[in-house]
């Protein structure tokens, strides 16, 4: 007799959005913010000891959706399904897998997105905050991370591992909550955003600042500014990939035989109709407002946000395994291997898996099952 | 007695910007253009059999301003002066170095730009002819210089030599004139536009597209879409650098130390404000109609335009040097070296010089100086 194909996943429960509201939130800025509401989810069992519990932080476009499927039906499951459940590297029989939506997030209109940002309606005014919301940074997210953990009675997790974004919470974390946190796992990030990460950042929100419907973050009570979000998501689009996948793809195509692009500007070629379709099909679940808000968190963001970049680094204690790959063009292998320096450089032990694909920045998604028993083996090491 | 320090500079005469008019241009997408101006200048002497003329062909947003200075008290002279000049590798005591305008010229409103496209006043409508200009290509460039050296008796060309842009014109020289054309020098390019260029060309553009200035290219009589503009011209001057740059300069320093960017939405990087002053600098003199017409062209450029893009790059037959940076963002060393291949496949002799650098791109402007001798060399082999 056959066994299924896919035996581990064929049995997996059906995973649950729930949330936590945050009466009081205090930013590092100093603001507070009222009704700090985020959503949630888990795969696995929390054990008697609550100590083992695997936290998974999201990326820029991301949410807490990290495995499995909210319906039998959904088309594809979460984005870290190939290594998180029943028999995977971060095995659900073992490990309560956890993951939050980030405040600001991306994904506002989503109804599997539960956050609170500039679209939320401020509980004090009635109106939606708008540009008026505080200032976030990758701390803040860590912070509203620890207030869930308190309620669930998690003093320690068992590791912290996010992409992209969610690189630089785990950093963050084990920097700043070094008795909280026994692992770390970086994945495609760096560990602080360098001069030529802020310059692409601000150039990804520059299309939403220039559409008129943007009116200074001023747009809930009227047209949003669609065209400008979707270029901005066209931008994050093409940068997380790499040349292998547009020119390997698409090369010289036309968007239609009958549209030859040398005859009209409204002629496009292929790849330019996949990446505005993308944009505009991203930008439909997304809020322009929360995309600026997050390009800011990850501008603002290096490890500790203290007094030294590297001193934020050197209080990383607990060891460390950094998944990435030179094809990345958002954190290039340079600057990984310059945060690994610093942070092995008293000591921490730090290993580096690079991962081989043609999908530039998003292999640290796509491609993350290469890493899969390096993974499976750092999380069993005493 | 002691030499002055640049002899060979300190005696160079003033360079004189002149034009030309062909009174009824005909693209290759067969539109006709009534009264292409263009400008032109040119440096050192043509010889008696005409026959020592060297063709630089100018990058996306440059112009025929190669060397030299139009007066004494000029803060720079020409782009690529290191190497044009009495003495110097492309030594003007020996050949004659003549630079074009290229029509749709980015910058329609430099008073040292003479060039015709959507911000000139069409003679048949009295007014500017907008987004109604014919769409152009590489090849037309081309074909508007090979009308100026009609004019001036050359019927072939020493070699014909340019940077980004500039190295498609030089390739597209080669293709379809390789009669006229006896050696060819592209610099930071390859024989085509691939996916990942089509769509980065789309991204430069999108920001114009969205500033409502900007209104379909109708902008003439009114306010110039010059946001839109500058945040174009931000994405190329950031796109063109290497990261290395913008790391090694600005680090995570603030724009202004009282105005922490962690405050205020308002409140900037240093590198943000560097790459928007240069934005905002650039936009002065450009024309944004221009600039979606000259992103149209490279999208729309392969090597001959022809049948098939290896049959343009086989059809040159002249010898050919390629110099490159393998830090260039733009056009990335495998694109370059897969161009290289495919031309010397049928036996065209293809040197490669790699130019070393932390500026990307620019690094084919900035450090060209490096070639010098690579360059001098080639231009005297027979």
Redesign the interface.
Known sequence: MLAPTNPATAYEPLVEKQSITIPAFTTQ?GATIPDMTLGWEAYGTLNAARDNAVLITHYFSGNSHAAGRYDADDAAPGYWDSIIGSGKPIDTDTYYVISMDTPVNLGAHDPHVITTGPATVNPDTGRPWG?AFP?L?IRDFVETQTALLDTLGITRLHAVMGASMGSLQAYEWASTHPDRVARVIPVIGSG?????L???L??WG??IR???HWNGGEYYDGEPPT??LA?AL??VT?HAQS?EW??G????TWASPDAN?????DN?????AV?DAAGAARARTSDANHF?YLA?AN??F?TGHGDS?VKGLLDIEAPVLIIHTNED?IF?G??VRETATLIKSDGTPVDIVELQGTRGHLDGVLSIGQAGAAIRAFLTEE
């Open positions: 800025g540009m200032i940074t602080w955003a360098d001069a030529d802020i310059a692409w601000n150039v520059a299309p220039l559409d008129p065209r400008g270029e066209k931008i093409l040349p547009s020119n793809l698409f090369g010289r692009p040398a005859d009209s500007f496009r070629f292929q790849v330019e990446l600026l800011k501008q603002l290096y970049l063009l290039p340079d600057a």
